[in-house]
């Protein structure tokens, strides 16, 4: 792990990968620049802010007290030592997890062996008419988040692992409409577990005062939406 860009570490955390008292590594670096993104100074791919090896020997420290250890971002896949990073943490007895965008798919394929589950971030719908370019300030995006998210599920088909989708709401990036969208494009692929998080405001991103990202006036969409992907979860501002 001593080569893994590291940004940060959160010791310990039961909302990083649900179920799961976990560590979260965060890794420097990500292409995207999106609008509500939480960490803006984990974007650009600068010098490592801990020592791989010291992180290493905390976690051997460790072991019996977590369950696992999430890889966050940023996006960690950008870095070519993930892969080595996940080997040893499972030498060390730890179950492993990745909090991704999908911007790397054919860097996903190969290290999906290596991993126990999956937070596949999800910006808007999977189509060109979705506002996933604005949103992440690339053109495309959507494209390779397509093609992670069928690794993922055929993944969990052929070998068990588990995994979650996720969708940061607010009415400034994406509508009603893109929002059934997106619920009928994932049941498509089979996917039956849902989980849509209120936006919070951010250093740089504050929502207009006239827009709001309640649950209150969805709840006929959420209805909408229970019937594409039976397994709906909501998840509060406060831990999206």
């Known amino acids: 792990m001593k080569d893994l860009c590291v940004g940060g570490l959160t010791p310990f955390s039961t909302s990083d990968w649900p179920g799961h008292l976990a560590a979260v590594v965060f890794v420097q670096g990500c292409p995207w ?13 600068s010098a490592a802010k801990l020592d791989g090896g ?4 905390w976690l ?28 040893q943490v499972r030498n060390l ?18 290290i999906l062996p290596l991993l126990d589950w999956v937070g596949l971030d999800l910006k808007a719908s999977l189509d060109a008419q979705g506002s996933y370019s604005r949103v992440t300030g690339a ?15 055929e993944a969990h088909h052929r070998t068990g692992l588990s995994y979650e989708c996720r969708t940061t709401y ?21 996917v039956k577990h849902w989980v849509l998080q ?26 909408l939406l229970k019937v594409h992907v039976p397994s709906l979860v909501l998840r509060p501002a406060a831990v999206a």
Do not use: M
Not at 33 to 45: A, G
Not at 171 to 189: K, S, V
Not at 198 to 223: C, G, I, V, Y
């Open 139 to 153: 053109k495309g995006a959507h494209r390779p988040v397509l093609q992670c998210l069928d690794l993922i599920v």
């Open 93 to 110: 007895g730890f179950a492993t997890g990745l909090h991704t965008a999908g911007i790397y798919p054919a860097k996903l394929k190969q």
């Open 198 to 223: 209120e936006a919070r405001a951010t250093q740089h991103w504050q929502p207009a005062q006239h827009l709001t990202s309640s649950f209150d006036r969805l709840s006929w969409l959420l209805d």
């Open 33 to 45: 620049r999106c609008t509500y993104c939480h960490n803006e100074d984990l974007q650009q791919r």
């Open 60 to 87: 051997k420290r460790r072991r019996g007290l977590l369950d696992g250890v999430v890889f966050s971002g940023g996006e960690p896949l950008i870095d070519r030592s993930l892969a080595s990073a996940l080997e």
């Open 170 to 190: 607010h009415p400034e990036w994406i509508d009603e409409p893109q929002l059934l969208r997106t619920g009928t494009q994932l049941a498509a692929r089979g």
């Open 54 to 57: 010291t992180l290493l020997a």
